[in-house]
Nanobody, 126 residues
Framework: QVVLIESGGGLVQAGDSLKISCIAT????????MGWFRQAPGTEREFVAA????????TYADSVKGRFTISRDNAKNTLYLAMNNLKPDDTAVYYC???????????????????WGRGTQVTVPS
């Protein structure tokens, strides 16, 4: 069992930067590939970024590539998402998720993730 808690969301202006975090309060964090997903009102949850267990491989949605950076600190049991040049379309609840597999390439499919946090709201007004 892994308990994930996101933090760091907020209201920012277009063009601003924000870094959100997800701490795993139980489980062995380095045993999991990790991902960030987001869900805007009235839409389905979508993949944002993922990182493998040792941080050696990352993958991004096209919509955030070049603006967002996923990283992890296994010593602190913490996953990060640094977001630059934020846009109104980035407004959503951001969820972190843990995948028990430790494949070298992290998955983009939400169905492969086993544990989820409750999310943190990021709002970028238009």
């Amino acid at each position: 069992q892994v308990v994930l808690i996101e933090s760091g969301g907020g209201l920012v202006q277009a063009g601003d930067s924000l870094k959100i975090s997800c701490i795993a309060t139980s489980g062995i964090f380095s045993n999991f590939n990790m991902g960030w997903f987001r869900q805007a009102p009235g839409t389905e949850r979508e993949f944002v970024a993922a990182i493998n267990w040792n941080g050696g491989r990352t993958t991004y949605a096209d919509s955030v590539k070049g603006r967002f950076t996923i990283s992890r600190d296994n010593a602190k049991n913490t996953l990060y998402l640094a977001m630059n040049n934020l846009k109104p379309d980035d407004t959503a609840v951001y969820y972190c998720a843990a995948d028990r597999s430790t494949f070298e390439n992290p998955t983009v499919s939400e169905h492969e993730y086993d544990y989820w946090g409750r999310g943190t709201q990021v709002t970028v007004p238009s």
